[in-house]
């Protein structure tokens, strides 16, 4: 069974270049003034110590909230492919906590 869903708004290679890229864009759709935070998930992929400094460099948004962000941008990798997203902080659905 599902513990949560997480919609997937753009699928690229899991290559830095094209994740940044990827990012890059949906960084641009953060308001100036909205807080954000990224949600990075890996499976099947070596990734680098510094993969969250790389992925979040794009992203010029003064305004980073780790526990109330207006804005998330979840970054999920399998092998060789990743989804990445631009979320607000209710379309995320998580089955554990759901109905409490």
Do not use: C
Not at 9 to 37: F, H, L, Q, Y
Not at 53 to 62: G, V
Request: overall charge positive; charged content about 35%; cysteine-free.
């Amino acid at each position: 069974y599902t513990h949560r869903w997480v919609p997937i708004e753009k699928w690229v290679k899991s290559d830095m270049n094209e994740m940044t890229k990827a990012i890059a864009e949906m960084g641009k759709k953060i308001g100036r003034d909205e807080k954000w935070k990224m949600d990075f998930n890996k499976r099947q992929y070596d990734a680098p110590k510094d993969i969250i400094i790389k992925l979040t460099d794009p992203i010029d948004r003064p305004h980073v909230d780790l526990k109330n962000p207006d804005k998330i941008v979840h970054v999920e990798v399998i092998g060789k492919n990743a989804g990445i997203s631009l979320l607000n902080k209710d379309e995320v659905l998580n089955t554990a906590t759901a109905g409490r």
